[in-house]
Structure formats: structure tokens, C-alpha cells
């Protein structure tokens, strides 16, 4: 049991480049999220999912894109970075026992 | 609105020394939880502790303590006889029971980063 886990671990990216942060989750949880964290400013919500098919947008969703095609993938796509998406970000999810369980992390620079 | 208050940036004790880390929220929701978090140096997150806010009981786990208080919306964090492997960034958390879909979602505290030293 993997519990969440992200890829990559690091990346660099220049200006205007996309990418797609990978998350995957094992526990069969129906709630995943994304958050970044920045200093000082502790977790942000960026997009969040209840189930298959259901995306919705959290507190700081601009520049970012997401959808869920199965229940244990929650990728995070970057449209055209920019430096201040340089971030760490975090996939969590959760059962209805409302704990959310995080990813390592994935520590991004935008150069 | 919702907000979570860690209102200590930064706390350095001394090996052995209790310490409590504040946490106030507001919230306009008669269900909610509360949640503290601990990050380590090596940046992961780990989950210590879920209350719900029907449930006021005070709870110990080991040298982890946490009091919960509606009256005055604070769900403050004591660590008793600190240890190093104590130091960390500790975070609060609130999510709202909004049933229809939000109800994972998590609003944090900016945390408190706290130092034991030997």
C-alpha cells in the first residue's frame, strides 16, 4: 500500500513551458486535491476532485488545469509556467473520514 | 469566511521543555474538523490529529496533547518533555461538513515553525 505518491520529485522549468505533475493514490479514496505551499503563506487549495469525472476549483486555481479520469490518477497540468507558480506542490485525498493523507511532494522551479 | 490563525511564527525551546502551538479558526459551520499537521525538515506531510466539533474532549497520545475550546474557537497543540525530533513546522486546519462535494477541502494556518534544541 503506496498510500500517495507524486511525480516528480523536482523540476525546472522555463517560462511558458507546460507540464503535468503526476498523483496517484491505492486507498480506493473518492476526494483528491491539490495544494501548493509557499513560504509564509502556509497550503494553498488549487483544484480539488470528488470522484471520477468531477473536478472544482479551490482557492488559487489560475494557470492550472486538472481532470479525473479514474479514481486513482489526479494529475496537475501547469498551461504556461510562470514564476510564480514556482511552488511545492502537494496531492492529498481522503476518504469520508474527511483526513486527508499527502503526497511527498513535488518541489517546482520556474525559471 | 473561514480562517485558521497560528498567530507564533516561530517558537525555540530547549530539550524537555513543554511548548503549546496556538490555533484559533473561525468558521460559520456548526459541523467542521480540525486537523494539526506536522512537517519534518525532509518536507512531507503527516497527518496527528482529526476533531470534529461535536467532540470536546481533550485528547493525549503520548507526549501529544491537544485542548479543544468552541467557547473561544481554539484548538491548541502541547508538546510535553520535547525532543529534538520534535522541531518541525506544525500546521492547523479546518475543513467545513458542506455536504455537496467540498467537504475535504482544507484551510491551513501559516504554521509554526518550532526548534528543540539539545
Known amino acids: 500500500n503506496a498510500g500517495v505518491t507524486q511525480t516528480p520529485k523536482f523540476q525546472v522549468l522555463k517560462t511558458g513551458q507546460s507540464m503535468t505533475l503526476q498523483c496517484a493514490q491505492d486507498?480506493?479514496?473518492?476526494?483528491m486535491s491539490w495544494y501548493r505551499q509557499d513560504p509564509g503563506m502556509g497550503l494553498r487549495l488549487i483544484h480539488y476532485?470528488?470522484?471520477?469525472?468531477?473536478?472544482d476549483q479551490g482557492e488559487v486555481p489560475n494557470g492550472y488545469n486538472v481532470s479525473r479520469s479514474t479514481t486513482e490518477d489526479f494529475p496537475l497540468r501547469l498551461l504556461s509556467a510562470a514564476p510564480s507558480q514556482t511552488s511545492v506542490y502537494f496531492c492529498a485525498s481522503s476518504s469520508i473520514s474527511y483526513t486527508q493523507y499527502f503526497g511527498p511532494g513535488t518541489r517546482l522551479t520556474v525559471l | 469566511a473561514q480562517k485558521v490563525t497560528q498567530a507564533q511564527t516561530e517558537i525555540s525551546v530547549v530539550e524537555k521543555e513543554d511548548v503549546t502551538l496556538d490555533c484559533v479558526y473561525e468558521t460559520r459551520d456548526t459541523t467542521y474538523y480540525l486537523f494539526w499537521y506536522k512537517q519534518p525538515p525532509s518536507g512531507e506531510l503527516v497527518f496527528l490529529i482529526r476533531r470534529n466539533s461535536f467532540d470536546e474532549q481533550n485528547e493525549i497520545s503520548g507526549r501529544y496533547s491537544w485542548n479543544f475550546q468552541k467557547s473561544t474557537s481554539s484548538f491548541n497543540f502541547t508538546i510535553t518533555a520535547s525532543q529534538v525530533v520534535d522541531s518541525a513546522v506544525y500546521f492547523c486546519?479546518?475543513?467545513?461538513?458542506?455536504?455537496?462535494?467540498?467537504?475535504?477541502?482544507?484551510?491551513f494556518g501559516k504554521g509554526t515553525k518550532l526548534s528543540v534544541k539539545p
Open positions: 486546519a479546518l475543513s467545513e461538513a458542506n455536504y455537496g462535494g467540498s467537504q475535504g477541502n482544507l484551510i
Open positions: 476532485s470528488v470522484g471520477a469525472g468531477i473536478t
Open positions: 486507498m480506493n479514496h473518492e476526494y
